[in-house]
């Protein structure tokens, strides 16, 4: 079982449609990131948290620590977010080891 | 530069040639790190430099790999005697500070990576 699961492997939707992908580990950790990867191959990270929730524009990021779970909410998706969304996290004890889900395809059609 | 330049964007070598990926972080940031995705096996972390130290070599898949960091900037991946499941896209990443330090002000940005292809 991998330390860093996430769900659905891939999610088609309509455009406006509210998105959520989620995640759920089981190992300690210090923080957790979502990255987004887009079909050229480059990475961004969207949000780095270690509790509570974070916002950006359309995207939402919330952990719950105690349940071992994050999921990462895009409202009013639009073709423009069609990507791999990845989640990866620090374990806590001091290492910079990244751990990383394989990740959810999302299609927006438009 | 603005963001992390990793070179070449694109490699083919035969099996059994030595390969050099490099990466040029983003100017001051102390943390770099470099992580390899291979098809169908989402990324894994290789190795952790803070400054010109490497704290954390776990990820390097076998003895062929070593990498160093030199001024506390650019970093230079080492394969040795390529093999062809050493294909792969070799991303690099750096931040400010290390994750642990300080995880809230100290986003990692990632370079375009490096395709490796092993024929």
């Known amino acids: 079982k991998n330390e860093v699961e996430q769900s659905p492997q891939n999610l088609t939707a309509q455009e406006g449609e509210f998105i959520t992908i989620n995640c759920s580990y089981s190992?300690?950790?210090?923080?957790l990131h979502w990255l987004q990867q887009h079909p050229g191959g480059g990475i961004v990270s969207l949000f780095m948290?270690?509790?509570g929730k974070k916002k950006h524009g359309r995207l939402i990021a919330t952990i719950n620590i105690q349940e071992k779970h994050s999921s990462l909410h895009i409202t009013a998706s639009h073709p423009r977010d069609s990507a791999v969304y990845i989640c990866?996290?620090?374990?806590?004890?001091?290492?910079?080891?990244?751990?990383f889900g394989k990740g959810t395809k999302l299609t927006v059609n438009p | 530069g603005a963001g992390v330049s990793q070179s070449p964007s694109n490699k083919v070598t035969e099996k059994g040639k030595d390969v050099e990926l490099r990466c040029d972080p983003i100017?001051?940031?102390?943390?770099l790190y470099w992580y390899r995705q291979s098809l169908g096996q989402g990324l894994e972390f290789l190795i952790y430099?803070?400054?010109?130290?490497?704290?954390?070599k776990s990820g390097l898949p076998s003895d062929r790999f070593s990498a160093e960091r030199t001024g506390g900037s650019v970093s230079t991946l080492t394969i040795q005697r390529t093999q062809q499941e050493d294909s792969a896209v070799y991303l690099c990443?750096?931040?400010?500070?290390?994750?642990?330090?300080?995880?809230?002000?100290?986003?990692?940005?990632f370079g375009n990576g490096t395709r490796l292809t092993v024929t």
């Open positions: 430099f803070q400054g010109n130290s490497a704290p954390d």
């Open positions: 100017s001051g940031h102390t943390a």
């Open positions: 190992v300690g950790i210090s923080a």
């Open positions: 990866a996290v620090f374990s806590q004890g001091g290492s910079e080891k990244l751990v």
């Open positions: 990443a750096s931040s400010l500070f290390p994750a642990q330090v300080s995880s809230y002000n100290s986003p990692l940005h």
């Open positions: 948290l270690s509790s």
